[in-house]
């Protein structure tokens, strides 16, 4: 007798969240865009952003070439419609590679 009471009362919460959640899933929907999407979204876009500034400044290495310890030299700007690049010319041994800023004026912290 007990059993079944508590068999009907589970039931009955359960109906009731059911009507409750029919009637509030779109506000649902939007509490979890908000706050959980929109801050994931900046939080995985802040740490895209800070992985790929790293990159380049292992990539720029102070102004050195890792591979033969040249130093690079600001050699042109080329520029398309929606980005720019700066070509560097290692200075010992020729390699020729191209960053998104000019790198001697460039601070991470800033950007
Ligand atoms: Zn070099």
Redesign the pocket.
């Known amino acids: 007798m007990k059993k079944k009471l508590y068999k009907e009362e589970v039931k009955e919460k359960m109906r009731n969240f059911d009507e409750w959640f029919t009637d509030h899933y779109t506000a649902i929907i939007i509490v979890i865009i908000v706050f959980v999407l929109i801050p994931a979204y900046f939080i995985l876009g802040k740490y895209r952003l800070e992985s790929d500034r790293s990159k380049l400044m292992q990539k720029w290495n102070d102004g050195i070439?890792a591979?033969?310890?040249?130093k690079y030299e600001y050699q042109q700007m080329i520029a398309g419609q929606s980005w720019t690049s700066y070509v560097y010319r290692?200075?010992?041994?020729?390699?020729v590679e191209s960053f998104p800023y000019q790198m001697e004026f460039y601070d991470p912290e800033k950007d």
Do not use: I, Q
Request: with cysteine; glycine share 28%; net charge negative.
């Open positions: 070439h591979e033969c310890g040249g290692c200075d010992k041994c020729g390699y």
